[in-house]
């Protein structure tokens, strides 16, 4: 362990590292009844709509909890108890979303593809001309067990073709790469606070159309996560219908000051672009080779091949990294052993090459030389 008591590095997919001033917000106190807690609801809100473009269409509801329960309080109440939702999974979150789907009772079909494969829009149209009772289909935007990035736009514009009705997980990817309402339909987009805004975890918002949201009375099986009731309390009140996580909302509202001041979407999609690189090209130095081909790899999170060399756990390479100040991530495949590591936080391309060479000392450390999957591993996950 490090003499120094500083927080490690989080090269995690939130919660993740986030900047002095974000920490600096959640040190006070608000009573969720007061006017000046309320402006700030009202103003991370009108923020947060505008960088998907959704202000003429849409409206965002901020709901309590992680952002499983931002998904699910969507799909529960965006679709009708007798509706029929086509969820396209290619990694553990879409297999989350269509477990949450079926346990809500709504009728539950899964396409899913493997996990280095991106749902394609010919997939979506054949899917929707072969079953008319379909009235929804759920895509994870940024698949974060590996970090594939599925075709948002050409997907909803397929979805829309067919007059179905879009719910999409955009949790790590949102505020990263551009999602745009004017021209890519949706009627629920969910995210979280603790992923690419760079803010603490314990809240997560939804875009909702809001002609349909209006139709969204009763829908919801759930006290909780009835976002139609959610909505038009606040928007009656200005205030949460239940407690709030009064600090992460603080804290998540200047975090969209600071991403706004670095210069939006566009601005925190180079960073991470510039973090992704360093973390590659530096890995690829120490023999390490990425498991998604580049075309469709988010600059948001990294899955690796786990070294072949016999002196390799995942445990004790783990710990050894994070005594050198960084915390990676397990890997989520079944067919191939793997790690992950985040881009994503208020890190730049230092912190990324210190990352790498802590991984460097710790093979030295460790006796690992063996680093590159021998040939004939597959490259790929198995179908
Ligand atoms: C982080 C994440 C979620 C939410 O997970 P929680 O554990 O509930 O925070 C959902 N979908 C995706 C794609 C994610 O990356």
Known sequence: MSLYSRDPILLTPGPLTTSLATKAAMLRDWGSWDAAFNAVTADMRRKLLAIVHGQET????????????????????LVPRGGH?????????GTRMAKLTRMMGRKTTTFET??????????????????????????????TSTGILN????????????????IVDAMSSFAAIAIDART?????????????????????FVFARRTVLERCAGHSTSLSLDLHDQWTYMEKTTQWRYTPPTHVVVAFNAALDQLL??????A????????????????????????????????????????????????AFYERVRDKGFVLYPGKLTQVETFRVGCIGAIGPDEMRHAVNAVGDTLAEMGIRQVTPKAGTPARAAA
Request: hydrophobic share 45%; aromatic share 6%; with cysteine.
């Open 151 to 166: 075709p948002l736009p050409e997907i909803a514009a397929m979805v829309k073709k067919h007059g179905r009705s879009l």
């Open 85 to 93: 939702v086509l969820v396209l999974i290619n990694g553990a979150y």
């Open 268 to 315: 925190r999609l180079a960073r991470y672009t510039a973090n992704c690189r360093t973390l590659v090209d530096g890995m690829a130095e120490l023999g390490f080779r990425v498991f998604l081909k580049p075309e469709i790899q988010a600059p948001i999170i990294l899955t690796f091949h786990a070294p072949p060399d016999p002196a390799y756990t995942f445990k």
């Open 58 to 77: 849409h409206v965002c509801v901020p709901m309590q909890g992680s952002g499983t329960f931002s998904v699910e309080a969507a799909v529960n109440t």
């Open 114 to 143: 493997a996990e280095d494969v991106p749902t394609t829009p010919q997939d979506v149209d054949r899917l929707l001309a072969a079953d008319a009772t379909i009235t929804h289909v759920g895509l994870i935007h940024c698949e």
């Open 261 to 266: 001041a670095e210069g939006g979407q566009p």
């Open 184 to 204: 890519m339909p949706f009627d629920a987009l969910i995210a979280a606070s603790g992923k690419c805004v760079e803010g603490p975890p314990g809240m997560g």
